[in-house]
């Protein structure tokens, strides 16, 4: 079929019916939407197509720049949409912590800068996130921006509207329940309004990952809070699932479906599987059920190596906090902020570890402490203890949950590690003094 533009590409992507005998969900007709094969990889090609068209070549002609929060896919569909047109692009973001989509972003062209919020606890509290910097550059430079706020912009809805929901309408009538990762809420959101538009939906399930774990592409229930888009009385239900599930789910689409979809398809997957699980379709019955497969499982091969690096055939590290239980973690040492400030005071022999992204850490931090981000941290943990005994090293996320994973990881190599009880957050709460670093 010949194409005379890329755009023509976005869209209409095939819906799979997923064989029964694979998935092995009794009574479920399970049917996989493709987004994995839009031109640019991913669902977010729809989003930033519908958001750009309109106006790319009069920001060309005013040499206006694009600035976009992205964790990836967004951004990197803007990027080559807005290249094609002859306009640049800044990538903003907290949480782009995947180096194969970093890189891309930077040889695609575009402007990457990582803000506040790296390491696998963003805190919600800093001032100095992705929106803030965003609308303060704007003001500073009145029309040379202009933001699209894929969070925000109505245009991520209506496209799913009309295109996506549109296109498994057209493909199944009726859907019961319908699965989708939840990033800006607008591919759950857009396409459950078309099909309830038509009386053709039963179920909304949206999947989150849990609090103290980080899945790419996906938030947790209480990072939703910030997503303009998402509304929870829109869903049914709201599923959390856990990385190391997610992984396990992503490598089943691909061995038993032929689905190369990434970790977030992974734990969509996963939340079907625990949802007909606790909810099986009565016997005799039948159920009508469609996933979203966002993106592509290629860019994320290094997130599942760190963890999981014995399906990608690298030598297994044998130490993760996946294999952490919760009683090691909640049983592990923390320290109240106040007696922590008491024993930094005492001289040598304690190290408090800040485990957010430079940034982060350079907007406000514990005092004396030093960073060393919560990914570097577990890489030199399975080279043995970093800090040499009889060293004591207290670590800090932003509300203690990271902290006290980490604390327990190190514990397992000789180290004596504790964290601070209820993280940045409760120093702050504290009144203690923070530090600041200048940003250049």
Not at 28 to 56: C, I, Q, T
Not at 187 to 203: F, I, K, M, P
Not at 348 to 361: H, K, L, N, S
């Amino acid at each position: 079929m010949l194409h005379h533009d890329i755009t023509e590409l976005i869209g209409g992507t095939p819906l799979l019916r997923l064989r029964p005998e694979r998935h092995g969900i009794p009574g479920v007709e399970l049917y996989a939407k493709l987004e994995l094969l839009n031109p640019f990889g991913s669902v977010k090609d729809r989003v930033a197509w519908a958001m750009a068209r309109d106006h790319l070549d009069a920001m060309a002609a005013r040499g206006q720049r694009l600035i976009e929060a992205s964790s990836g896919n967004t951004g990197k569909a803007l990027q080559i949409l807005a290249g094609m047109a002859g306009v640049e692009v800044e990538v903003l973001s907290n949480r782009t912590k995947v180096p194969e989509v970093r890189e891309l972003l930077v040889l695609l062209g575009a402007t990457l800068e990582e803000l506040p919020g790296l390491s696998e606890c963003p805190d919600p509290t800093v001032p100095n996130d992705v929106f803030s910097v965003i609308e303060g550059r704007m003001t500073a430079a009145p029309g040379r921006y202009r933001h699209l706020s894929q969070y925000t912009n109505p245009d991520n809805l209506q496209t799913h509207h009309d295109t996506t929901g549109r296109e498994i309408h057209d493909d199944l009538g009726a859907v019961d329940t319908l699965f989708g990762g939840l990033g800006t809420a607008g591919s759950t959101r857009g396409v459950a309004s078309y099909l309830r538009d038509h009386d053709a939906l039963g179920r909304l399930v949206g999947v989150v990952s849990a609090s103290d774990d980080f899945i790419p592409g996906i938030r947790s229930e209480s990072e939703m809070w910030e997503v303009g888009l998402f509304q929870r009385h829109a869903y049914h239900a709201i599923v959390t699932v856990g990385a190391s599930d997610a992984i396990d789910a992503t490598v089943d689409l691909c061995r038993r479906h032929g689905v190369l979809g990434g970790p977030t398809s992974g734990a969509t997957y996963a939340a079907v599987q625990r949802w007909y699980a606790e909810h099986p379709v009565p016997a005799g019955g039948t159920e009508v059920a469609v996933l979203i497969v966002c993106d592509r499982i290629e860019p994320y091969l290094s997130y599942i190596r760190a963890r999981r690096p014995e399906l990608v055939g690298a030598t297994a590290a044998g130490l993760s906090v996946d294999d952490l239980s919760a009683d090691e973690v909640a049983d592990g040492p923390t320290v109240p902020p106040a007696e922590l400030a008491r024993r930094m005071q005492g001289g040598p022999g304690i190290v408090v570890v800040d485990t957010r992204g430079e940034m982060a850490y350079r907007v406000a931090h514990v005092p004396g402490s030093i960073n060393i981000r919560d990914d570097l941290l577990v890489a030199m943990a399975r080279q043995g203890c970093p800090f040499a005994p009889p060293l004591e090293v207290v670590l800090v996320c932003p509300v203690g949950m990271r902290s006290q994973q980490l604390a327990a990881l190190l514990r397992r190599v000789g180290c004596r590690a504790s964290a601070l009880d209820g993280g940045l957050v409760a120093w702050r709460s504290a009144g203690l003094a923070l530090g600041t670093i200048p940003v250049a």
